[in-house]
């Protein structure tokens, strides 16, 4: 089975640019989470989606991030424009369905360093 | 409303000695709660799982972890330390009502000495 895809795998960008991150859950299945992991902290859930449909935004930096998921499948994660504290590792996780009794997959995650 | 609370930034252990990471969690509704392993460069693995079962859930490499509601605490235990459990560990809490939401805690960073 394979994994959670993500790319890149590097980024850096100059403050005020925009980027845009991409990624492809387990087939099947129906919950993606994008976090945001700054270094020395544990990953904070930025939106969760369950097929379509965002069931949990409510630390996303509307202002500047936005994310959509495609047909219910793919993911892009995008910052425009980008400050010095959003370099982090970009983390896309998937999940059966709910995270409650289901395990989350994660990708290998997105370095950004914004300069 | 839901939280964690990794108790311990940094554990640093000796080899063939026991493991104790603690957890402790707040949750309006039956929680389910995990734990999560991330070795250097690497991706982050599941260890174990509680999901209102059995109390005391046992995972990979020989941890496991015991789900006490009067304590509010998940704490993650193995016997014996080995060199290659050396990374950072993370209590994850997810509520079952509501719309499911999840947190990590800060992590743990677990060294272990030879």
């Known amino acids: 089975e394979a994994g959670v895809a993500q790319s890149p795998r590097y980024k850096i960008i100059e403050k005020r640019q925009s980027v845009a991150f991409w990624c492809n859950p387990i087939?099947?299945?129906?919950?993606l989470y994008w976090y945001q992991q700054i270094l020395g902290q544990g990953p904070k859930l930025l939106i969760q989606f369950q097929n379509n449909g965002v069931v949990d935004d409510s630390q996303l930096p509307k202002d500047r991030f936005s994310a959509e998921r495609l047909k219910g499948v793919d993911s892009t994660l995008k910052i425009q424009p980008a400050k010095l504290e959003d370099s982090a590792v970009y983390l896309c996780?998937?999940?059966?369905?709910?995270?409650?009794?289901?395990?989350?997959?994660f990708g290998p995650g997105t370095r950004l360093t914004v300069t | 409303a839901q939280s964690v609370t990794q108790l311990d930034s940094h554990v640093s252990v000796s080899e063939g000695t026991p493991v104790l990471l603690r957890c402790n969690y707040s949750s309006s509704y039956s929680p389910s709660l995990f734990w999560y392993v991330q070795h250097p460069n690497k991706g982050l693995q599941l260890l174990l799982k509680y999901t209102s079962a059995a109390t005391l859930v046992k995972g990979i490499n020989g941890f496991e972890a015991e789900f006490k509601k009067s304590e509010t605490s998940f704490h993650l235990t193995k016997p014996s330390a080995h060199m290659s459990d050396a990374a950072e560990y993370f209590c994850?809490?997810?509520?079952?009502?509501?719309?499911?939401?999840?947190?990590f805690g800060i992590g743990t960073k677990l060294q272990v000495i030879p």
């Open positions: 996780a998937s999940s059966l369905e709910s995270p409650t009794a289901y395990e989350q997959y």
């Open positions: 994850v809490v997810s509520d079952s009502g509501g719309y499911q939401k999840v947190t």
């Open positions: 087939s099947g299945h129906a919950t």
